[in-house]
Each structure stands twice: as C-alpha cells, then as structure tokens.
C-alpha cells in the first residue's frame, strides 16, 4: 500500500467511486474580498468548543482582559484553552447556547469588549527553526488552534504523534457548495499559510507537503502556485470538482491511492493532513505570537443582502453577522452553519462563532426547498452510486428501520462520513444521513449499555463467588472442628479416661442428690427449684429462725 | 423569530421517483410510435385499456391497503407497468387479456407484496408470463407488420375487434393474420421456431417476406426505436448502461459463437438483438429498478444472465422468445447477485 510513492509524485489523481456535482454556487460570495466587520457588544466563548475537554477558568467575572489572553488552562486531558478575542471586561461566566444542532449548553464567558485593543505580550517565535518541535507543538497547543476545517480535532495533538510520515497533505479542497472561506484565504493569504506550512513540516520531520486544491478556484490555485514558485518542499495537486472529494478520506484516496483503514487514522498509512486555515492560524501562532483569536466565515445564501468572507473574532453572535450580512428572511428562516451538505440548521441565533464555523448559509425557499414527503424506496441503487465510501445506503436505511443493528454493523455502517451524497440523489427523499446518525447513536448506546451491564455482571458473579466461597470456608471450619472433637473424644476413650462433659454432668448430678439429701424437710413445699436456690432458701430460713428479729420484707426479698 | 429546522443534507437534485418513471414514459415513445406504424392502431387501445386498469386497480388495492391513493398514484409506477405491459402483447388481443394482465400485475405482482419496491418481481412480466401461459392463442397472435398486409384497419374497425374479436365486417384476428401470399403471418422470430422445428434451414426461412432487411420487416425498426429511447434513459442518467448492455452481450455472444458453429441452425447475434423485445427488454424491462440488482458489479451479472436465458429461450425452448421467462428468473436470482457483488467498503483493504 505504501510503496506507491513514484506514483504520487509522478502526480497521479486518483479517483474515488461516487460523488455528485451540486451546483456550486460559491459566488457571489467568494468574488468578494475578506472583510472586517464592526465588534460585537458581547462575546460567547463557550470552554469546550472542539473535541476534547474544557480547560480550568483562568478569569472570573468582572476581571479586565487583555486581547490574546488566555481564559482557560488546559486540564491534563485533551484539552485546549480559548483566548479573549479583544480586549474586554468578563461580564458573566455561566451556561449559554452553543453552536450544537439541538442548541445544547455550554459553560461560556461572556466578554464585552472595551474597543481598545490591547494586546497582551506576543512571545513570537520567528526564527522557528531554532526552536525544537516540543516547545512548538506546545506553543500551538498554548494557542488554542484546532482543526478549522472539519470535526475540530486540537492540532497539537495531531501534531505529537511519533512516527515517520511520507507526506504532509495541506486541504484546501473546500468542495461543499457556498463555501468559499478557505478560498479566499488561499487568494489573499497564500504566503503566510505556506510559512505555517513550512513549520508543519519542521514539526513533524515530514519532507513533502502536497497542497490539494478543487479545480473550480482558478484564482486560488494561481495565488499558491504563485508562492510555491520558491520552495521545492511543496506539490500543488488540483483534484477535479466533485463532491465529496474534500473528505480527509476521499482527498488521501485522490493523492496517493491509499484507503485510510477503517477505524484507523492517515497516520497508519503515512499521511498527516492539516487544513489551509489551520496552517494560517499556525502561521501566526509562531511567527507572530498570536493565538487563535479569529478565523474566515462565509457569509452566503440569497436571504442576505451583503455575501461576502469576513474576519470573525470567536465567540462573535451569529445575530451580530447575520445583521452585518444584511440578512432579510422569507417566510422560512434558515440559518445553516456549514454548508448545504454536511451542516445543522441552528435553532436560534444566540449562539457565537467556535473554532470550526466555516460557513454560515442563509438560503431562500426557494433555494434550498426543503426536502418534500419521504416516499417509498423503490432500490435504485442511485444512492449506492453516488457512496464514497462503497457502502450500500438502500440496505442500511431498510436495516436501519428495521432496527436490526448486528446488522448495520456488519455492513460498515461506521464507516459512514455523513456526506449526505445518498440523500442529494434519492428519488424517494428519504433522509438516509438522519436514519444512519439515528442508528449509529442507538448502537452505541447500547454498546455503552452492554458495557455497564457486563461491568454490573461482573461484579455481581464475584460477589456471589466470594459467598459461596465464605460459605465453604465456614462448613469447612465446621467440619474440622467436629472431626477434631470427634477425634479427641476418640481418643479419651482410647486412653480410658472419663469423658469430661459426662463427667461434668455426674458432678452436678452428685451434688444435687446429697443436696436434696441434706435439705429435704425444708424445701418439700418447692420441689421443682435448683439445689442451690433451695439451699439458699434453706439457709435464709435457717437465719430468720435464728434472728427471731428480722421484719416481714426482708423476708420477702430473700425469698423472690 | 422561529427557525427552520432540518437535518443535513439541505440540497436536494430535486429529481423524484416520479421524474424517473416520467423519463421511462417519454424514452418509450419513439418505440410506440413506430409500433403504432407497423401494427396499427390496436396499440393504442391496448395502451389506454392497460392505463385505466392500472390507476383503477391501483387505486382500490392503496385503498384497502389504508395508504393514501392519490400520492401513491403520483409516483407513476403503475403507469409504466402498464405502459409495458401494453406495448409487449398483440395489438389486436380482446380487451379482456389486458385487463386481466394489468391487473394481476399490480395487484398480485406489487401490491400483494407490499407496494412499490417491495415487489421482487417485475410487474409488468409477472402479467406478461400470465397471459401467456393462459391465453397462449391471443398471446401469439401478432398481425403481420402493416407493409406486408393486405387488411389496414381503421381506427373504428380495431376497437371492434379488440372489444368483439372480430372485425365490423366479420373477420377474425386468425384471418387479418393472412398474408398477401394467403399464409398466416408469424412474427419473425415465431417463424423461425415453428421452420426449424419444420425441419427447414435457417436460409430457407429467412428468405420469407418477414425477413425482409436485417432482422425483419417492422420488427427490426420497433427495436432500432427502443434502444433510441434506451439511450435518451442513458444520456439522462436514469438507468445506468450496465443491465443493457449485460443484455445485449448476454444474447449476442453465446449467438455468435452457435452461428459461426452453425449458421443454418442459429440465428445470428444481429437478428437475435434486434428481434422480438431485445431492445425494450435491455433498456425499459431488465432496468427496472425495484426488481434489479443494485451494485454495478451485480447489475453487469444480472444483465448477462438475462440476455443468455433470452438467448436459450430463443434457440432451446418451447417459446419464439424469452424475454418475460428471463427477466422473472433473473428477479429471482438477485438477492443471491447483491449478496455476493456487495462492494469492499472504503478502508476495508480493497484497491483505489
């Protein structure tokens, strides 16, 4: 698998099975150029906005910040910290809506910035290669970066992994339609994401970076090609337009004609990929000692006035751009974050700009319709075309209604990106990518489940194991105990010697008998009393004759 | 203000079931017209007959099945069915043979089996095998093409032999079915079977009056019509060129070789593809897509072994053609095609 490296620098493109070509759409957004907008009144930065932990808070309300400061300290766990965006006043640290499809809380603090700007003090490591790859995985890690073009995944962490690596792979594919975030960042800014590129590659010890752009961005490709000129450590391989070719997965398999093994990670098969943005944000994390403060957002769709990229601080309300864009709804309001294919629908626009908003999409009715009545599905096999990933989706949607989810697991279900290619050409509108998230969730919660039960079993057979095993133990006790009396009494037979208890008993029985003997006459009235409360009896008696003297309640007492 | 709120993808090609049996429906239409050119105006009325049994039966089985009838309607599935039920029996049968067709089609074949895309068989084949197993005499008897007749019916005299069986002035199907030259007229691939069983070579019988051209008078420009229409379903990306062109190959190279081993015993591949329903068989029946496989890899399988039974049929069997037989003993095999040409899933060690 691996030894096809003459080919991929030969520059093959390589292919992967479906895909679809959605219309593009990417103007009018991407002719625009990268724009500021005016500061927000608030700030949201929720703790926890990428895979991984919240860090521990740094600040507490009604502290003063500083631009870049950071708010939180990562835990020992994945964690990373967020920075203030602006210089600012912490005016609440408490539970917000976070950019979730069900609008789920998030422990956020709440900024209101001050306009003026102060930086904290930048520590830049301009010279980076005089620093070694510890102290500049840990300056990035420091600098809160994150994967910005997908799931998050903290790129420090990424970045750690030892083991040699044949190529670095640099996306900037951005095939989603509308999107055009990375697009405008690679005309405008090749430059300086080259240099986060060059320190990638002293990071990670790799010797080439091949840099993947879609077809359909002359301009950006002109720019890179452009500032490569330069350097020999860098390809640039222009894939051609089809959805979803930007996927890790598909982009690997278009480069180098290897298939990341499931369950496993591009590192298993050589290859680090890290997205344009992020190799921008590393850029100014080094050289300019900045932390990740910002990142490009597309402001597109037919519901706003004014299209366009802009610069947006983290933690910016998605109101505050919806309200820069000019965002004028018709009768169905939308707010996709993400693009139209792999996006959530937001449920409100409280919610603040994280560390992986790429694209905010605002359409028409009539641009997106939304989808009609699911109908029956008549197996086509269109969806099963159009899978990257070769699956079937006809036979996990009927297994996923089906509920059987042995199944669904037998047919890689996992192994489902949630592209949504199959739901764009099924006839039927059946929303496959919903069926699959539902069942993937449920399997594993029962997977979680299984788990606890088996953990609840374990415990419960030990406990009934160490029962019984007290229970052998004490008959086992019992048992020699007995057999040791058994065996002494044996032996006292043996040896002709009086058993003790018997003779014990033979005592008692003596003294009793000369007892009864001795005090018959006076304990006649109490036959059925013990030997030595009748002779009590007989001496109390025996003493009150004697004394003549002693009254009626002493008498009394000593008889009860 | 209160969102919209959906789940991912938001984008949608927009083209729905309907759009795809409408595709069906007008890619047939060259076929129907050449076939209303050479077999006259019968076709249409089977054509409307086969429609109105179809939304009828259609309707009352969603009825008593408790699913809405309309939107079910609206998909067009029973219209196709019907549609190609139609266009594949003899266009002067009585009106009751469709009937009886179609509606067995669509109650038996696809709604006793759960409605649309449960059904394992193709409709449209289940009521053709029907037909033709119980009425095989109105089953047969296709009219010779109209260039080799002398009897051209007007419209009037067609629906009263399709609704009385017999012609205003009295002649019956058997007797329009007279040649010029006085003998009944079989359709070329009907006079192939019955000459060689006869005892006559391949050349004595293909230098009959039906045989005139390739593949035979009519017949051969009804095929050239389907796969036209055939090509318009590839173009629009309705069907994929697999399950066609697995038919066509599956007839045309076990015929090749047994021509060449014996040319005055089997019919060449050409004749054999633009014979009886080849076409429309290759591109409208075998691409259904409820009833066919579904990975490319099983569709290219299920093709072949469509067009081979299609070839045995032909040249061993009982029958002039086989299409009905070997698309419904294709349906069967496909569970066993889809189990076994699933593709290797990404990451799971096949090739790029």
Redesign the interface.
């Known amino acids: 698998m691996r030894g096809n490296i003459s080919d991929i620098e030969a520059g093959v493109i ?4 479906g895909g ?1 070509h ?1 219309p593009e759409r990417k103007q009018p957004a991407s002719d625009k150029p990268l724009r500021r907008i005016a500061l927000p009144q608030q700030l949201v930065l929720p703790l926890r906005q990428h895979i991984g932990q919240a860090g521990d808070l740094l600040v507490a309300e009604g502290d003063r910040v500083l631009k870049g400061q950071a708010l939180t300290k990562p835990g020992l766990t994945n964690g990373l910290p967020v920075h203030a965006p602006t210089s600012a006043t912490v005016i609440a640290i408490e539970p917000r809506a976070t950019a979730h499809p069900s609008g789920l809380s998030e422990l956020s603090i709440v900024l209101s910035p001050d306009g003026e700007e102060r930086w904290i003090e930048k520590k830049p490591l301009a010279d980076f290669r005089q620093h070694d790859r510890a102290e500049l995985i840990a300056t990035i890690k420091a600098a809160g970066i994150a994967g910005l073009g997908g799931a998050g995944f903290p790129t420090a962490q990424k970045l750690a992994q030892q083991k040699p690596l044949d190529y670095l792979i640099i996306n900037g594919v951005e095939c989603e ?1 509308y999107i055009c975030a990375d697009d405008r960042l690679m005309r405008e800014h090749a430059e300086e994401i080259l240099t986060g590129v060059d320190i990638l590659l002293h990071i990670t010890g790799i010797e080439k970076a091949l840099i993947a752009i879609e077809d359909n961005k002359p301009e950006a490709i002109q720019a890179m090609r452009d500032a490569i000129a330069e350097r020999s450590q860098f390809a640039l391989r222009i894939v051609p337009t089809k959805y979803p070719s930007g996927g890790e ?1 598909q982009l690997i ?1 278009l480069l180098t ?8 990670l591009p590192m298993d098969i050589g290859l680090l990929m890290q997205n344009v943005g992020t190799a921008f944000a590393v850029k100014r994390a080094i050289i300019d000692g900045e932390p990740l403060l910002e990142r490009v957002v597309t402001l597109t769709g037919e519901a706003l006035q004014q299209p366009g990229c802009v610069w947006a601080l983290l933690g910016t309300p998605i109101a505050h751009l919806m309200e820069q864009a000019g965002f004028t ?1 018709d009768n ?5 974050m ?1 693009g ?10 409280d919610v603040p700009v994280v560390k992986t908003t790429n694209c905010l ?1 605002a ?1 028409t009715e009539k641009e ?6 699911e ?7 269109a969806c ?2 159009v899978c ?5 989706p ?1 036979q996990l949607q009927w297994l996923a209604k089906a509920k059987d989810y042995d199944a669904l697991e037998q ?2 279900l996992f ?1 489902c990106i ?1 592209c ?1 290619a199959c ?7 059946i ?1 496959l ?2 069926y699959y ?1 539902k069942a993937k969730a449920e399997i594993k919660n029962i997977a979680r489940e299984k788990a606890k039960a088996e953990i609840a079993r374990e415990r419960f057979e030990a406990r009934q194991q160490r029962l019984e095993r007290e229970k052998e133990e004490r008959l086992e006790r019992h048992r020699k105990a007995a057999e040791a009396r058994q065996k002494a009494k044996q032996e006292a037979q043996q040896s002709g010697a009086e058993d003790p208890v018997q003779a014990a008993l033979e005592r008692v029985k003596r003294k009793k008998a000369e007892a009864a003997n001795a005090e018959a006459p006076a304990t006649n009235d109490k036959p059925q009393k013990s030997a030595a409360v009748a002779a009590a009896i007989a001496r109390a008696k025996a003493k009150k004759a004697k004394q003549q003297a002693a009254d009626a309640a002493d008498n009394e007492k000593d008889e009860s | ?17 309907s ?2 049996m409408r595709w069906v429906l007008l890619a047939a239409i060259p076929g129907v017209l050449v076939q209303l050119f050479f077999f006259g105006w019968g076709v249409l009325f089977q054509l409307l007959l086969a429609i109105v049994t179809a939304w009828a039966t259609e309707a009352i089985a969603l009825q008593t099945r408790n699913r809405p009838a309309l ?1 079910s309607l609206k ?1 067009n ?1 029973a219209l196709v069915t019907a549609v190609l039920l139609a266009i594949s029996i003899p266009p002067l049968a009585p009106w009751w043979v469709i009937v009886i067709g179609v509606a067995f089609a669509i109650i038996v074949a696809k709604q006793v089996y759960g ?4 059904n394992i068989f193709n409709p449209a084949m289940v009521g053709y095998v029907l037909l033709l197993v119980s009425f095989p005499v109105q089953m047969t008897s296709w009219l010779p093409p109209a260039t080799l007749s002398d009897n051209d019916l007007s419209l009037w005299q067609t629906l009263h032999v399709i609704v009385f069986e017999y012609t205003p002035s009295g002649f019956s199907v058997e007797q329009l079915r007279t040649g010029i030259d006085g003998v009944t007229m079989a359709t070329p691939l009907d006079t192939v079977k019955t000459g060689l069983t006869q005892g006559y070579t391949l050349s004595e019988l293909t230098a009959k009056s039906v045989f005139q051209g390739i593949a035979g008078v009519g017949w051969q420009w009804v095929n050239v019509a389907y796969l036209v229409g055939g090509l318009v379903l590839l173009q629009q990306r309705i069907i ?1 060129w697999h399950i066609p062109l697995g038919v066509i190959v599956g007839v045309a190279a076990p015929a090749l070789i047994a021509h060449s081993i014996s040319p005055d015993q089997m019919l060449g591949p050409v004749t054999h593809v633009l014979s009886g329903a080849t076409m429309l068989g290759a591109f409208f029946i075998a691409t259904d ?2 009833s ?1 496989a ?3 890899k099983g ?1 290219w399988i299920f093709g072949l072994l469509i067009g081979l039974l299609v070839w045995l049929i032909r040249s061993f069997g009982g029958y002039p053609d086989g299409m009905a037989f070997a698309v419904l003993l294709a349906n069967l095999c496909v569970p066993i095609i889809d189990r076994y040409t ?7 060690g ?3």
């Not at chain 1, 004609?257 to 496993?264: F, L, T």
């Not at chain 1, 169905?332 to 996709?336: A, H, Y």
């Not at chain 1, 990257?388 to 079937?392: D, F, N, W």
């Not at chain 2, 203000?1 to 079931?17: D, K, L």
Request: net charge positive.
């Open positions: 390589w292919t992967f099975p679809i959605p339609p997965k398999q004609g290897r298939q990341v093994p499931s369950k496993g709804p169905l309001p939308r707010v996709i993400g139209p294919m792999m996006g959530f629908t937001l449920p409100a626009l999409l359409p997106l319709p939304p989808t009609r009545q109908l029956a599905c008549i197996r086509c096999g099963a075309d990257p990933a070769s699956l079937q006809q047919q890689q192994d949630e949504g739901a764009y050409v099924c006839p039927s509108e929303p990518v919903h998230r | 203000m209160s969102f919209f709120i959906a789940s991912s993808p938001h984008e949608h090609n927009r083209r729905q079931t759009d795809v939107a998909d599935s409605g649309l895309g449960q994929s897509p409820v066919a579904t990975s490319n569709r699933r593709p290797t899933v990404y990451g799971h096949g090739s790029a």
